[in-house]
């Protein structure tokens, strides 16, 4: 008996178009949960692990001392084009844009796609890219094209195991950064605070 050959073909397709039917920007990386490491040196400056992210962008390079807490809890950090000399910007915080935050003191606010928004004026540009409950933006300079702005923001995304490494400081001992002043020990208990001169070297 001859049995009738059904061709596999469509289901083999199924899964991509799933795949590829409505991804938004970096969202295939997004759901990393942050590195071990990596979360307890973020709480130690104060930021979110979550709000961590990182870019990539041809000839950009991290400038690491740039790195820091942006707004409550949020992220920033600036990439350097050693070559063309140009920047670009990245914050990542809590909340969203409404179309009255993108227009407001721009020349141009456009909304690309569902999701991303870009905007102009007073000699930068932006794009930035709406999460669930946060707002990845990234800034440069009018020198800097606007395809390379748009690609690197559209793949901002937390960063892997390897990614992670060295991107931020060390935590202190402890896993917390320190809360009071740091004592000199050339200061008298008392008196007017005028340092001593007849402490040993190094205080």
Known sequence: ?????????????????LTACGSEPGQTRDTEAPAAELATSARALGIAPE?????????????????????????????????????????????????????????????EEKG???????????????????????ESDAGVSRDVLREAAREAHRPSGEEAAGLLPSAPAGGAAPTGPVERG???PVGDGAPRNDVDAGG
């Open 186 to 188: 050339d200061l008298p």
């Open 51 to 111: 709000l961590v992210y990182v870019i990539e962008a041809p000839g950009f390079a991290l400038a690491p001392q740039s790195v820091g807490v942006y707004g409550g809890d949020g992220f920033s950090a600036t990439y350097v084009s050693r070559q063309e000399g140009g920047q670009l910007r990245l914050y990542v915080d809590r909340g969203t844009i409404s179309a009255s935050d993108c227009a407001e003191g721009q020349q141009t606010c456009e909304w």
């Open 116 to 138: 991303v928004r870009y905007r102009s004026g007073r000699g930068t540009h932006e794009y930035a890219v709406v999460k669930k409950d946060h707002v990845v933006r990234l």
């Open 1 to 17: 008996m001859t049995r009738a050959v059904r061709p596999l073909l469509p289901l083999l397709l199924v899964p991509l178009l």
